[in-house]
C-alpha cells in the first residue's frame, strides 16, 4: 500500500511540475517577452520521465502529460497526446542507443526534443487533420530548441528531488554507452 501511495505521489508530483511549468510557458513567458518564443518549460519533465522509467510508465506518463497540457494549447488533444507519446517513445528509443549520465545528457536530449516536438506535430497533423499544418514557423522552433536546453539543469535538481521525497531509483539497466 505505502509503494502505491509513493507511487501516485510520484506521478502526481510530475503532473504538477508539467502544469505549473506549461502554465509559466504559456502564460507569464508572453507577459514578460512578448511575442518572443518561449522555451518548451514543460519538456524537461516528459524527458525526464522518458530517460528515467520504463516504458510502460513512460506511455502513461506521456498521456498524462498531454492531458495536462490540453488546457493550454490549441492543440486537439489526441493529437497533443499522440505528439508527446512519440516524442517520449523516441527518446527512450536514443537512451537505448546513446546514453551518459548526468545533466549535460539530459540538456542535449530536452533541445532535440524541443525540435522534434514540432515536427512530430507537423507530420502528425498531415496524417490526422483535415487542414495540415502547412505554414512552420521554423525559425521559432529552433529558437525554441536552443533556449530549453537552458532551462533543463534547472529541473534537473528538482527531478532527481522528486525521486528521492518519493523513494524512486533510477533503473539500474542504464549504463554510459556510446
Not at 22 to 30: A, K, M, R, V
Not at 48 to 54: C, P
Not at 63 to 71: D, E, K, N, Q, R
Request: hydrophobic fraction near 55%; include cysteine; proline fraction near 5%.
Amino acid at each position: 500500500m505505502k509503494e502505491r501511495t509513493l507511487l501516485f505521489t510520484n506521478i502526481a508530483l510530475f503532473a504538477g511540475a508539467i502544469l505549473v511549468l506549461g502554465t509559466i510557458q504559456s502564460s507569464l513567458w508572453f507577459q514578460i517577452f512578448g511575442y518572443f518564443p518561449a522555451p518548451a518549460l514543460w519538456l524537461p519533465t516528459l524527458v525526464y520521465v522518458a530517460l528515467f522509467r520504463s516504458t510502460l510508465e513512460t506511455i502513461l506518463f506521456s498521456y498524462i502529460a498531454g492531458f495536462v497540457l490540453s488546457t493550454m494549447t490549441a492543440m486537439p488533444e489526441g493529437l497533443l497526446m499522440a505528439v508527446c507519446l512519440a516524442l517520449a517513445l523516441s527518446v527512450q528509443i536514443l537512451k537505448q542507443r546513446i546514453y551518459w549520465s548526468g545533466a549535460s545528457y539530459f540538456m542535449m536530449v530536452c533541445g532535440f526534443g524541443a525540435l522534434f516536438f514540432h515536427f512530430y506535430h507537423w507530420g502528425a497533423t498531415f496524417l490526422f487533420e483535415e487542414v495540415p499544418l502547412t505554414s512552420p514557423q521554423i525559425a521559432s522552433w529552433l529558437i525554441e530548441s536552443l533556449l530549453t536546453p537552458l532551462i533543463a539543469p534547472m529541473t534537473f535538481p528538482l527531478f532527481q528531488w522528486f525521486d528521492r521525497l518519493t523513494g524512486r531509483e533510477q533503473s539500474t539497466d542504464l549504463s554510459a554507452t556510446v
